[in-house]
């Protein structure tokens, strides 16, 4: 009762914070999220969790999604989500969690030298290898923290496109990571427990956060969403040495 209490509280934080940061808020629950549950039952839990609130949340802003660019994310996703669901129950990639971070502080640190320029000239087809990345990360790690952000920053995509986009891409990618977790591994009914208190949690996280996101400008958007862009960045190279250092 007590874990399920918790994680309704963390996903409503997490939601929260992501729908202001367009995304990156799942990666700061999992310390702790972590440490109440363990890994192997709380990454299929944040799966879960995650493939609710963004039902909503893909619900909130439908009329806000950039539909040419899900042309290409889609087919990442689905691939990365299954593939990164078979590897979590065979092996694990700890190279590819440091290179993916060291991509996301390259952009920051561009980013803040000039702030008023695209970091990297962006073209829609980035967006398959990029989210096949994701997918297959997300998979593994549990969350990858904003690390499409970048793509979708230096494209011509509003704060909301951004966020409604975002949410039609993550909502296909759990869909697959469920039933690539309930065909890989035991999917037990804590897990359900579990996943249905994350997300609905979430629910309240997403409803709050659209509202507040209304009264912000789109400078500070991109200051907010780069800053969360960092936090992911520096979480996934502290995850990196703290499990794989030994």
Not at 57 to 64: D, I, S, V
Not at 131 to 149: D, E, K, Q, R, Y
Not at 188 to 213: D, R
Request: with cysteine; proline share 4%.
């Amino acid at each position: 009762m007590l874990n399920s209490i918790s994680l309704f509280m963390l996903g409503f934080f997490a939601w929260l914070t992501s729908t202001l940061a367009a995304g990156g808020g799942a990666i700061l629950i999992i310390p702790p999220a972590t440490c109440m549950l363990g890994p192997t039952l709380f990454i299929p839990t944040l799966s879960l969790g995650s493939l609710i609130a963004n039902i909503q949340r893909a619900f909130l802003f439908k009329k806000q999604i950039h539909w040419p660019s899900l042309f290409f994310i889609l087919p990442g996703v689905i691939l990365g989500a299954l593939l990164g669901t078979f590897l979590f129950s065979k092996i694990k990639a700890p190279w590819l969690t440091l290179l993916v971070a060291i991509f996301l502080l390259t952009h920051v640190f561009k980013s803040y030298r000039r702030p008023e320029k695209k970091t990297f000239k962006m073209r829609s087809y980035f967006f398959l290898p990029a989210s096949f990345i994701t997918a297959l990360l997300s998979s593994i790690a549990g969350a990858t923290g904003p690390v499409m952000n970048p793509f979708y920053l230096n494209s011509n995509i509003t704060k909301e496109e951004m966020i409604g986009t975002k949410a039609i891409a993550s909502l296909i990618m759990q869909v697959f990571k469920v039933i690539g977790y309930i065909s890989f591994i035991e999917f037990t009914s804590q897990i359900w427990i579990y996943g249905l208190s994350l997300g609905i949690g979430a629910i309240f996280g997403n409803i709050i956060g659209k509202k507040l996101l209304e009264r912000i400008s789109l400078k500070r958007f991109r200051s907010i969403v780069n800053s969360f862009i960092l936090i992911g960045a520096l979480g996934l190279i502290f995850k990196y040495f703290t499990t794989y250092s030994s």
